[in-house]
């Protein structure tokens, strides 16, 4: 009753942001058949497609911290990860470079233009795209969601979902306050978890999520991001609940413990699943 008790307070309480007065959210892009559209370098040089390319976040694996740094996406195309997209323009076969009609010919040979959100574009070669995200959200979580900002540009997969920021909204201040043990704690009553043990979030419940900002410019992002690739998130949580929630808020030390309570049990039973499956 206790843990509720607080859990309700803080739900309702209005210096807490919502997730919609910060950022918009939707899917990442849905390519149809990954095995065509997404590459490594390697496969891109020796075709030849190094114009018909994008850089892409393919698998939620592949972004370490809170932050995609330039560095780290050339580590990630050096180590051979499969982080360009095919991308050749809304145009006719005619009109493309012979490297992509040669590339475009052999997926169709290889059924690709069969796949069901191929065949129903008017062009399958072309992946229907929008607005660039400013940052991604993870869709499936196994410890904890996390936000990861995208400086690079990079486009994104429908493995994670896309984040947007409003005008104004500082985009570092809301990545470094999401990891606190208040949204952490809320996350686990809004994700959904099947067999697996793993949390998913679709949009809709994304958009429920509720981020404490008082204080937020306290915050040292280099440092999250740090422990972040280091593993230390009780390092983060410790450091971030003092900023946000005792500082910030003025919760208590015993509340906190009560948040961490609260997420520490619906996390473990949710990942005990898991190892019974």
């Avoid at 400086?151 to 947007?164: E, F, N, S, Y």
Wanted: aromatic share 8%.
């Amino acid at each position: 009753n206790e843990e509720l008790q607080v859990l309700r307070m803080l739900n309702s309480d209005e210096r807490i942001s919502n997730a919609t007065d910060l950022y918009e959210i939707n899917v990442g892009l849905v390519s149809g058949e990954n095995d065509f559209f997404l590459s490594n370098w390697e496969n891109v040089v020796d075709r030849g497609l190094q114009a018909e390319m994008k850089p892409i976040i393919s698998r939620a694996e592949q972004v370490k911290g809170i932050i995609l740094s330039e560095g780290e996406y050339q580590l990630l195309r050096e180590s051979g990860k499969k982080v360009f997209i095919f991308m050749p323009g809304d145009l006719s076969l005619e009109q493309l470079s012979d490297s992509a009609r040669s590339y475009i010919d052999w997926g169709e040979k290889q059924g690709y233009s069969k796949n069901y959100k191929c065949r129903i574009r008017k062009r399958w070669y072309v992946v229907p795209t929008s607005w660039t995200a400013d940052a991604f959200l993870i869709r499936q979580a196994n410890l904890y969601p996390k936000m990861i900002l995208n400086p690079t540009g990079a486009l994104v997969t429908d493995t994670l979902h896309k984040v947007r920021f409003h005008e104004g909204v500082n985009k570092s201040a809301v990545a470094s306050a999401f990891l606190n043990t208040y949204t952490l704690a809320l996350s686990e009553t809004l994700g959904r978890s099947y067999g697996g043990g793993v949390l998913t979030f679709e949009p809709g419940e994304m958009r429920k999520m509720r981020i404490p900002m008082r204080g937020v410019e306290k915050l040292d992002m280099q440092k999250i991001d740090r422990l972040q690739r280091e593993g230390k998130y009780e390092d983060i949580l410790s450091y971030t609940d003092s900023v946000l929630l005792v500082d910030g808020l003025g919760l208590g030390i015993h509340e906190v413990d009560l948040l961490h309570s609260i997420w520490d049990k619906m996390r473990d039973r949710r990942l005990s699943r898991k190892q019974s499956v």
